[in-house]
Structures are given as C-alpha cells and as structure tokens.
C-alpha cells in the first residue's frame, strides 16, 4: 500500500518540481515567446510540495515512531527548503531560485524512495521539546541552505557586471543591491533560527555532547560563530560583496557538515 502510493505520487511531484524549476529557467532566460506567469509557476510548485508532503508523512510517521532516516530527514529538508521558497516567492523576488532548489527537492525525495532508510524515534503522539528541537533545526537549515544558494547566485552576478556582461540570464535577476538585502534578510531569519536550534538542543537533548552527538553540536557551534560573525561584520563595518559571498558559503557548508556529513557517516557507513 505504502510503497505503490509513494511511487506514483512521488513520481508526480518529481516531474512537477522539475517542470516548474525548467520553466523558471526558461522563463530567465526569456527562451519562450510566452511568458509563463510567476503566480502560475508558484502554484505548479506548491502543488509539487503538497504531494511530496503526502509521500513524507507516509515514510516518517509509523506506527512504532518516527522514522528521520539519513534519506527521510535529507527528503523532510528539500520539502521544507522548495516549501520556504515558494513562499516566500509570494513577496519577494526569490523564485528563480528554485531553478536549482526545486530539481534538488525532486532529487531528495528520489533518493528517499530509492534508499529507504530506517532511524526510529520514539514518540507517544504527543508533540515534545525534543520535537521541537528537530523542526527548528530542519527549519533553520533550510533557510540556510536557501542563503547558500542566494549566494552562489550573486556571485555569478557579481562576476558578470565586474566582466561587464550584464545580458542574458542576468536581466531577469533583480538588482544586485536588492539580492544583498534579500541574502542578509534570510541569514538574518536563518541564524534566529540556528541559535534557537541550539538553545533547545540544551534543554531538551539528554546530553547535547554525547559521543554520537559530539561532532555536530561542535560542528553547529561554529557555523553559529560563522554567521554571527558576517552578521556583526555587515553591522559594524557595511560588509558585502564578495566578502558576504564567502562568509555564506563557509558557515552553510560546517552547517552541511553538522547535519548532513554527520547523519551520513553515522548512518549509513557505520550503521548507528
């Protein structure tokens, strides 16, 4: 039942979130004659979410407890990354994002069907602080992740208007100084976000530096110090650019490897 369901409505929400992010793409680079609608490409997306949300719920929530495996926490994060996006396209101009962020979405939840996983978590139905803990630190590694990409974006533009080639794809970007406040707008949510991932990995972890935990609380730790130091160098001293650039793309990756590299390692090469 599980398997046949998540099969076809996993495929759907594939090639929903592929189609979409390939008709953003088109669309930037005005490859079409008819320009299909942002509004209409967004909902294409959400609809892609809402189906893979379905596909989730059935591979997380068991009966015996919830099952964040390496490829369903990997999967529940593309969800919450396309998910973020998509709404937040609603307000700003962040959509073209998910030229890469929506066929990374598709990708999790491929990998997830493909490699089912299984890393029970004990629960009696009733929403605790270590619950919590989870969904924020999923919430703020997302956003992160959304930054990451906000960043490698810039660069190229970056890149470009120093090459003076400001045609192409990069008409259809916003400016560089509204894609700026947009990146420090996201680190800014995303770093409230981390710190209160930590604080409630304090309160609610039996202990936050036990020896399988050990790695990620101190890899966590410093992509904190990471991003608070960008968000204290933009304060004091105006930092942006290809400064802003680095800075973000150091503290998502000692994110990654808190959370990723350390579930992988953990997981799937040792078997815990």
Same mark, same amino acid.
């Not at 609380?217 to 110090?225: D, P, Q, R």
């Given at each position: 039942?599980?398997?046949?369901?998540?099969?076809?409505?996993?495929?759907?929400?594939?090639?929903?979130?592929?189609?979409?992010?390939?008709?953003?793409?088109?669309?930037?680079?005005?490859?079409?004659?008819?320009?299909?609608?942002?509004?209409?490409?967004?909902?294409?997306?959400?609809?892609?979410?809402?189906?893979?949300?379905?596909?989730?719920?059935?591979?997380?929530?068991?009966?015996?407890?919830?099952? #964040?495996?390496?490829?369903? /926490?990997? %999967? @529940?994060? !593309?969800?919450?990354?396309?998910?973020? =996006? $998509? &709404? *937040?396209?609603?307000?700003?101009?962040?959509?073209?994002?998910?030229?890469?962020?929506?066929?990374?979405?598709?990708?999790?939840?491929?990998?997830?069907?493909?490699?089912?996983?299984?890393?029970?978590?004990?629960?009696?139905?009733?929403?605790?602080?270590?619950?919590?803990?989870? #969904?924020?630190?999923?919430? /703020?590694? %997302? @956003?992160? !992740?959304?930054?990451?990409?906000?960043? =490698? $974006? &810039? *660069?190229?533009?970056?890149?470009?208007?120093?090459?003076?080639?400001?045609?192409?794809?990069?008409?259809?970007?916003?400016?560089?100084?509204?894609?700026?406040?947009?990146?420090?707008?996201?680190?800014?949510?995303?770093?409230?976000?981390?710190?209160?991932?930590?604080?409630?990995? #304090?309160?609610?972890?039996?202990?936050?530096?036990?020896?399988?935990?050990?790695?990620?609380?101190? =890899?966590? &730790?410093?992509?904190?110090?990471?991003?608070?130091?960008?968000?204290?160098?933009?304060?004091?001293?105006?930092?942006?650019?290809?400064?802003?650039?680095?800075?973000?793309?150091?503290?998502?990756?000692?994110?990654?490897?808190?959370?990723?590299?350390?579930?992988?390692?953990?997981?799937?090469?040792?078997?815990?």
């Amino acid at each position: 039942y599980g398997a046949m369901n998540i099969s076809i409505v996993g495929i759907v929400a594939i090639l929903l979130y592929l189609a979409t992010g390939l008709l953003l793409a088109l669309r930037l680079s005005h490859a079409t004659t008819t320009q299909p609608s942002k509004l209409g490409l967004i909902a294409m997306g959400l609809i892609a979410t809402g189906l893979h949300a379905s596909v989730l719920y059935q591979a997380i929530s068991t009966p015996a407890g919830f099952n #964040l495996g390496f490829f369903n /926490a990997t %999967s @529940l994060v !593309g969800w919450f990354i396309a998910l973020l =996006l $998509l &709404l *937040a396209a609603l307000a700003r101009p962040v959509e073209n994002l998910g030229i890469g962020l929506l066929p990374l979405a598709a990708l999790t939840l491929l990998l997830a069907a493909i490699f089912p996983s299984r890393h029970l978590m004990l629960t009696d139905g009733v929403f605790t602080g270590l619950d919590a803990h989870i #969904l924020i630190s999923v919430l /703020a590694y %997302s @956003l992160l !992740g959304i930054a990451a990409v906000q960043a =490698l $974006l &810039l *660069a190229i533009q970056d890149a470009h208007l120093r090459d003076r080639h400001p045609g192409g794809f990069m008409r259809g970007l916003p400016p560089l100084q509204t894609m700026e406040t947009i990146l420090f707008q996201i680190i800014s949510i995303g770093f409230a976000l981390l710190s209160l991932a930590l604080l409630s990995g #304090l309160l609610f972890l039996e202990n936050i530096f036990a020896q399988h935990l050990v790695h990620k609380t101190l =890899l966590s &730790l410093l992509a904190w110090v990471v991003f608070a130091t960008l968000l204290w160098g933009r304060w004091r001293f105006g930092w942006r650019g290809r400064t802003a650039i680095r800075w973000t793309l150091a503290g998502f990756f000692v994110l990654m490897l808190a959370y990723t590299g350390t579930k992988l390692v953990l997981e799937v090469m040792l078997g815990r």
